[in-house]
Every structure is written in C-alpha cells, then in structure tokens.
C-alpha cells in the first residue's frame, strides 16, 4: 500500500504514494480436508478429479472466537471504550478520507464500485481500511521491496499500534484512528495481515492448499474480519455472530483464491506460483508448465478445479451475506457477483490466464448491479 509523506515528525516508516497490484483475498481450511490423492482414470480415460476440500478450519483454531466477541459487541456502533477521540479537525478528517478514496477509484476499481453503495459512513471506513491493507502489501510487493526486511514490518506493526493508540503518523493513518474510534474494531486482524506479508517474504511456493489457506487467511481474511464491525449485522438476524463471521472469512477466501487464479501469469513473471503444488502434480504439471505460460489440457483440468474450489466459497458465504444490516447487503453482494465473474472470464478466455489477465468490463459491472439487489433483498432474515 503506497503512503503519503509523513504526517508526524517522529514517522518512523515511509511508504511512498502511489499504490499497486492487488493482492489475492481469502481464508483457511481443515487440516483434515487434503487433497492428496492422484486423480484416477475411468476405462474410456477419463479423469476423476479428488474431493475438494470443503470445510473451513474453525474460528477457536485460528484463535480468533475472542475478537468476534469483542467486535460483535457494538455491532458496528461507534465505540464507547475508545479512549479519548483523537483530536483531528473536520476538515483535516475530510482531506484524509478524500485521499483514501481516491486511492481506492484509482486501484481497485471493481472494489470501489461496490462501496459506493454503501452509507457515507461506512463509505468512508471501508476506505481507511482498504488503504491500510494496500500500504501494508506494497511493502512486500510494491518499488521498494527490495529494501524490505523484518525490522520494516516490525516498525510498521509498532506503527499500526500507535495507530489504535489514537497517535497516527501521516494523513491516512489518521483516517483509519478515526475509524477505529467509531467502529468496534480490533487490532488482532490487522496485526494478521502483517504476518502474512512475513509469511510472503518467507515462501513463494505451498506444497497443499492447507499451505495456501493459511496464507490466504492472512492476507485477505483478515479483511472480512475487519469489515463485519463497518457493515453490521441485522437486529433480525438468527444466525450467530459466528455463523456471519465465518461467512465474511469464505468471501475472503473465494476473493483470493479468485485474484489468484486471475494473476497466475503475472505473478509467474516476479517467481512466484500461489498454487497448491501437490494439486499441480496430480495434472502431471509443475513450475516449469506455469513459467512456460503454455495452456494444455491438463492446465485447463487444473484450473477447472481449482475454479471449483473457490465458487465453492463463494456459496457458503451467502447465507452470512444476507444477514448483514440492510444498507451493507447490497454492496456485498455486489463484490461477490462480480468476483465470480472474473471466473467466468478464465473460463471464457478457454483457462488461459497464464498470458491473459481475466477482467470485468465496465458495462457488465453496472449490469451486475440490479441482480445484486434482487439477491440483497430475496432471502428474508
């Protein structure tokens, strides 16, 4: 995520402005739910592709039953243990939200369209959020990777404390401390995502999808944890707070495991295959089929199933969906119709996304709209 210059005098971490590549969203499975088995072939030569994995690794193993309860308190209202307000002038606030929004039209687009359904609150919030994820992976991914360490992302963690603190460093850290203030939110899923871009400076390979869940978890779930408390949950509603934050963590899930099926060739180009490397095996493929950018058959069987995979995601975070408050139904929907659209698009462009990059245009996005509605709305809490 790129930044802006310092706010503070005492920043002790500069991320340059700009913003780049969107990082792939997701969450985690059980340990149990592997995929090791060969696929088999029938008497006319068919393959028999393994069950996928299907369940997610529960909320208490990922340690997580603490923060949907401290979050799930307020249910997205504003927070009364907040400390003292941080002390910023209205305008200051409105410059600061400006910023973040901008960086949002300008490099998630898709993501944009959608929060622009949502109240001016939550708008705004959704922003902050974005921003901070965005500065946060661009210290990984972003021109100054290279200078990249552990003591970098030590700093910026010290840094994201501060900001809880009420004590931001530069302009947007101040939007995200104002949206802290209003909004029940806790340090946990953020301090995951930094962990994730240590797991990125660690890895650029995962020997299952177990691997891969994992890191999906951390890179993108974390964002649904994070954003249940901005969107809240229906009064009405008879799921469990667990049951909706299980959800956000599948939409996560299905979103990353979709950016990732949509980069595969451009993250190919910078080393790194976010594939599960045993599935890979199992199509008679390896690393050298994905650098050779070559689509075969067995590439295309590969990506079928692994289209599967993240669809399936993508319906078990329905339900959860329908449960939020009724102003945050619309634009969720939205992200994940339009997500599964990018599978269509791999589909359509016969799985080659190895040297094509599968997109949305403009025209079906605003297509897409009324029927997120329609499915907003259809299901009665």
């Known amino acids: 995520m790129r930044s802006t210059s310092a706010w503070s005098p005492s920043a002790r971490l500069s991320v340059r402005e700009g913003i780049s590549i969107q990082r792939r969203s997701a969450v985690v499975t059980s340990p149990r739910a592997q995929v090791t088995v060969a696929p088999r072939k029938t008497k006319t030569g068919l393959r028999i592709v393994p069950e996928l994995p299907k369940e997610g690794i529960p909320l208490n193993d990922l340690h997580l039953l603490e923060i949907v309860e401290r979050q799930s308190k307020a249910n997205g209202l504003a927070r009364e243990d907040a400390g003292r307000r941080p002390g910023f002038h209205p305008l200051f606030l409105e410059e600061a939200y400006e910023s973040c929004r901008r960086l949002c039209a300008e490099y998630a687009k898709t993501f944009y369209l959608g929060t622009l359904l949502m109240t001016e609150e939550r708008q705004k919030a959704i922003w902050a959020i974005y921003v901070w994820c965005r500065r946060t992976d661009e210290l990984v991914d972003g021109p100054n990777a290279t200078y990249m360490s552990s003591s970098v992302l030590d700093r910026w963690e010290e840094r994201l404390q501060d900001i809880f603190d009420g004590c931001p460093y530069d302009m947007l850290d101040a939007a995200l401390a104002d949206t802290i203030f209003k909004f029940p939110l806790d340090i946990k899923p953020f301090r995951d995502m930094i962990e994730g871009m240590r797991m990125d400076m660690r890895k650029s390979r995962y020997k299952n999808f177990q691997e891969l869940y994992m890191y999906c978890y951390y890179v993108a779930g974390t964002v649904g944890l994070m954003s249940?408390?901005?969107?809240?949950?229906?009064?009405?509603?008879?799921?469990?707070?667990?049951?909706?934050?299980?959800?956000?963590?599948?939409?996560?899930?299905?979103?990353?495991?979709?950016?990732?099926?949509?980069?595969?060739?451009?993250?190919?180009?910078?080393?790194?295959?976010?594939?599960?490397?045993?599935?890979?095996?199992?199509?008679?493929?390896?690393?050298?089929?994905?650098?050779?950018?070559?689509?075969?058959?067995?590439?295309?069987?590969?990506?079928?199933?692994?289209?599967?995979?993240?669809?399936?995601?993508?319906?078990?975070?329905?339900?959860?969906?329908?449960?939020?408050?009724?102003?945050?139904?619309?634009?969720?929907?939205?992200?994940?119709?339009?997500?599964?659209?990018?599978?269509?698009?791999?589909?359509?462009?016969?799985?080659?996304?190895?040297?094509?990059?599968?997109?949305?245009?403009?025209?079906?996005?605003?297509?897409?709209?009324?029927?997120?509605?329609?499915?907003?709305?259809?299901?009665?809490?």
């Open 228 to 381: 249940v408390p901005v969107m809240g949950i229906a009064p009405e509603s008879m799921l469990s707070s667990w049951n909706i934050y299980n959800a956000a963590l599948y939409l996560g899930i299905g979103n990353q495991l979709t950016n990732i099926l949509r980069d595969v060739g451009e993250d190919a180009m910078r080393g790194r295959v976010y594939l599960p490397q045993d599935e890979l095996a199992q199509f008679g493929l390896c690393d050298k089929n994905v650098f050779s950018r070559k689509v075969t058959e067995g590439w295309r069987e590969f990506m079928k199933q692994q289209i599967t995979r993240a669809r399936f995601y993508f319906n078990m975070a329905e339900e959860g969906a329908s449960q939020l408050d009724k102003a945050s139904r619309w634009p969720v929907w939205s992200s994940l119709i339009l997500y599964r659209k990018i599978l269509d698009a791999i589909e359509e462009n016969d799985y080659d996304n190895l040297t094509r990059r599968a997109y949305v245009g403009r025209a079906k996005k605003l297509l897409t709209l009324p029927l997120a509605y329609s499915r907003a709305f259809a299901a009665h809490v």
